[in-house]
């Protein structure tokens, strides 16, 4: 099995099931679907091929899990970003890894247009949360693009993303983490998503980091839903806890 199963799987056996909630906003496990292929088949718009490589610079937001899976029903490769790297690393990373689209979140505009002239491969710029000067605007590439489901022969050792390491004794080096990395993992320690039970998973951990993908990964299988936090803050954390009724965690 492939991780775009995962999706496909909950949104097929609990689709009106709330599956992200994130400062205020609610996607249900159809509507989490529905964003994703429309996003993959603006990727397809964009030429994006099997194999290419798309990056993601954000904290954790709903953008992250989506994006993820838009680039894995393309069968390209997902690459997602330390935002707490500095520009010179960021710089190494895009042209190591030869990302050709970069998606972007408000806070990290300014460090990616200062390091934009170094950056050898990326031809679109795509900024997440608003309209920016010079890129493209996520939001619009949804509403302008099909919600066809998108399928792509994908093998289960496939490379699903390229993740790199924190860069501690020199400068970071790319993992290559196949589908099989995960599924053979979550298809052995979580059950599949069941109309008659309702979990809910709260993740603050980030999602540039193999755990916190494993149980964003984990949660969409299992058809929890996934409460997110865009990084970990003692206080909100507890609210969210208390609000939504949490009684999972990853920490």
């Avoid at 999706?7 to 099931?17: E, M, V």
């Avoid at 993303?161 to 099989?180: C, D, E, Q, R, W």
């Avoid at 980091?209 to 936090?229: C, W």
Wanted: aromatic share 8%; glycine share 6%.
């Amino acid at each position: 099995m492939n991780t775009t199963d995962f999706l496909n799987i909950s949104a097929a056996i609990c689709p009106d099931r709330v599956a992200i909630v994130f400062e205020g906003k609610r996607y249900t496990f159809s509507q989490l679907n529905e964003r994703v292929n429309r996003l993959a088949n603006a990727l397809l718009s964009l030429g994006v091929k099997k194999g290419d490589r798309i990056a993601l610079l954000q904290v954790n937001c709903n953008q992250c899990v989506e994006t993820y899976f838009a680039v894995a029903k393309v069968g390209a490769l997902y690459v997602p970003l330390n935002f707490r790297a500095k520009g010179d690393e960021l710089t190494y990373i895009l042209n190591s890894s030869e990302s050709g689209i970069l998606l972007i979140g408000d806070r990290y505009i300014d460090l990616v247009n200062s390091i934009r002239p170094k950056l050898t491969s990326v031809r679109n710029f795509v900024s997440i949360e608003s309209k920016r000067d010079g890129m493209l605007y996520y939001e619009e590439l949804l509403s302008s693009s099909p919600a066809e489901e998108v399928v792509t022969e994908i093998n289960d050792d496939d490379t699903t993303i390229l993740m790199y390491t924190a860069g501690t004794t020199g400068f970071p080096k790319g993992v290559m983490l196949s589908h099989n990395s995960f599924s053979i993992y979550v298809l052995e320690n979580v059950t599949p998503a069941d109309p008659e039970l309702e979990e809910r998973n709260i993740l603050t951990v980030p999602l540039y980091h193999v755990a916190g993908i494993q149980a964003m990964m984990a949660a969409i299988y299992g058809g929890r839903t996934l409460v997110m936090e865009r990084q970990f803050e003692a206080k909100e954390w507890m609210e969210l806890v208390e609000k939504e009724k949490a009684n999972r965690a990853m920490m």
